[in-house]
T-cell receptor, first 113, second 113 residues
Framework: AQSVTQLGSHVSVSEGALVLLRCNYSSSVPPYLFWYVQYPNQGLQLLLK??????LVKGINGFEAEFKKSETSFHLTKPSAHMSDAAEYFCAVSDRVEDKIIFGKGTRLHILP | EAQVTQNPRYLITVTGKKLTVTCSQN?????MSWYRQDPGLGLRQIYYSMNVEVTDKGDVPEGYKVSRKEKRNFPLILESPSPNQTSLYFCASSLKLLAGEQFFGPGTRLTVL
């Protein structure tokens, strides 16, 4: 079965610094991959998704992620953090064998002034 | 406006008192799902539905029931709630099961005393 691992339940970066949130998946079949963001007291919303087209995927709010098959990774980055980026971020992977979406445990991003 | 609505947003109840959380989507999506979110555990799928009258268990279905009599509605039923079902619940819908964006409702925070 598929699994997804997000390294770091909490990540802190200074405003203006690079944001890097890590996501690794296990898959023997090329997956679909997603990043969702959850702002306080809200549901999740899609940041970006990879569905076997370009390996570098651009999303909303300046975020992007790169699919690296050799590393089974789909890390999320943003060149310059903004205070409004403070939220919880979830990586998700599709399991084409069991027909389901599996979510990571989430990474809470803190932005330091 | 395309959206997923849930009601109620907040609910405090007592052990054993049956409750229903409603979920409705206006996007004509076939796929709908219920998740619970707990600290440190991320999102775990409770039940999902591929279409009207088709439902299936997710990863944590014990103590929950669902029904899908109409395409737009997917209520979550707790016949006899227990304190371990205290959680934040999300309903989601999508056009495609594996490759599509999931649209999430705003969440229902349930406390079972």
């Amino acid at each position: 079965a598929q699994s997804v691992t997000q390294l770091g339940s909490h990540v802190s970066v200074s405003e203006g610094a690079l944001v890097l949130l890590r996501c690794n998946y296990s898959s023997s079949v090329p997956p679909y991959l997603f990043w969702y963001v959850q702002y306080p007291n809200q549901g999740l919303q899609l940041l970006l998704k990879y569905t076997s087209a370009a390996t570098l995927v651009k999303g909303i709010n300046g975020f992007e992620a790169e699919f690296k098959k050799s590393e089974t990774s789909f890390h999320l980055t943003k060149p310059s953090a903004h205070m409004s980026d403070a939220a919880e971020y979830f990586c998700a992977v599709s399991d084409r064998v069991e027909d389901k979406i599996i979510f990571g445990k989430g990474t809470r991003l803190h932005i330091l002034p | 406006e395309a959206q997923v609505t849930q009601n109620p947003r907040y609910l405090i109840t007592v052990t054993g008192k049956k409750l229903t959380v409603t979920c409705s989507q206006n996007m004509n999506h076939e796929y709908m799902s219920w998740y619970r979110q707990d600290p440190g555990l991320g999102l775990r799928q409770i039940y999902y539905s591929m279409n009207v009258e088709v439902t299936d268990k997710g990863d944590v279905p014990e103590g929950y029931k669902v029904s899908r009599k109409e395409k737009r509605n997917f209520p979550l039923i707790l016949e006899s709630p227990s304190p371990n079902q205290t959680s934040l619940y999300f309903c989601a819908s999508s056009l495609k099961l594996l490759a599509g964006e999931q649209f999430f409702g705003p969440g229902t925070r349930l406390t079972v005393l």
